[in-house]
């Protein structure tokens, strides 16, 4: 082989991978659907994307996805559920002008059914059974795919939506240009109405709260829920006469409804307690305290806190969890 043909065949090689890593890009979204149906545990996502900036490669060159597998990153401002799709079975090829790759099966370490085609211009996946660790709030959506030759995103903000209510998100016509990049922290920027940390000073659809949650992000939080799982802004609904208020700990925040006319003991200003306990300071290690009410005839030790005999306190040994031992100690801990 002549140089000139060596180089023309490297050429050929490297824009062939050029190609591929041309995918790495945020794309148009066609349509976004999620629907969560409940009790019965099922869930039902569909997303279809047609853009020119989706590329594939030639069966068996690099970055092959029936090959190598792919991940699938479905975000919302508050939540992250990844999916592993590996390679080899459930993988068909259809090689031509334009491959298509295709695949239907379970993802890697769990139940979730995927029925997945890409090709040159467009793809389509279909996810059953996916489950997010809490039930988010959605306000706007993305989907990620980790392919081997790099990330292509799309994401479905307020312009997009055309239903978010009962466990359903509807969405369509996402334009690339929504995102300036497939990184995860472009994305949250993009489809998250609350701005960042610390402030939390956008704007949530319809009558939404936002709040700031340290463990995550700026979060859009519904009214419309029980008062227990409104966290962190606590504004949720409570039965009458009782209002929905933060409770106040070191170590997370909660919220409980009280009667309306009284401040609940571990609330801001709050000493409201049930008859038969008192709001009372509880120690914890490294000078953290936080009040809330103690039955009046507890005793230290036998159920948590509680009261000691003269010239003793109650005092935690070990750190803070479901082991945790209180013991009336003398002198100051």
Avoid at 22 to 38: E, M, N, S
Wanted: glycine share 12%; proline share 8%.
């Amino acid at each position: 082989m002549t140089h000139s043909i060596r180089r023309a065949a490297l050429w050929t090689s490297l824009l062939s991978l050029l190609a591929s890593a041309a995918t790495a890009d945020p794309i148009d979204g066609k349509r976004l659907a999620f629907r969560d149906y409940g009790s019965s545990g099922k869930t039902a996502l569909t997303f279809v994307s047609k853009d020119p900036d989706i590329l594939v490669p030639a069966p068996g060159a690099v970055g092959d996805p029936s090959q190598a597998g792919f991940y699938i990153d479905v975000m919302t401002s508050s939540e992250t559920v990844e999916l592993h799709i590996p390679s080899g079975p459930g993988w068909r090829v259809r090689q031509g002008g334009r491959p298509l790759y295709m695949y239907k099966g379970p993802t890697v370490g769990n139940d979730d059914f995927v029925t997945f085609a890409i090709r040159d211009g467009g793809l389509k996946l279909r996810v059953r059974g996916m489950q997010f660790p809490e039930s988010p709030v959605f306000e706007a959506m993305a989907i990620r795919l980790r392919l081997p030759t790099g990330a292509i995103c799309s994401a479905f903000t307020s312009g997009t939506v055309r239903r978010d209510e009962d466990g359903v998100f509807a969405a369509s016509a996402a334009p690339a240009s929504v995102l300036s990049g497939c990184e995860r922290s472009r994305i949250i920027d993009a489809i998250n109405p609350c701005g960042h940390l610390p402030t939390c000073g956008g704007n949530c659809r319809g009558d939404g709260e936002c709040a700031a949650d340290a463990t995550r992000y700026c979060v859009c939080v519904s009214p419309h829920q029980p008062c227990g799982d409104s966290a962190p802004a606590c504004n949720g609904e409570c039965p009458g006469g009782e209002a929905c208020f933060t409770i106040i700990h070191p170590v997370a925040l909660s919220c409980v409804c009280a009667p309306s006319e009284q401040i609940p003991c571990g609330a801001d200003g709050g000493t409201y307690c049930p008859g038969g306990s008192s709001c009372q300071l509880v120690p914890l290690r490294f000078d953290d305290v936080y009040w809330t009410c103690i039955d009046d005839d507890a005793v230290c030790g036998e159920a948590g806190f509680g009261s000691c005999p003269p010239g003793k306190s109650c005092r935690l040994f070990g750190a803070p969890g479901p082991d945790v031992i209180w013991a009336c100690l003398s002198g100051d801990f």
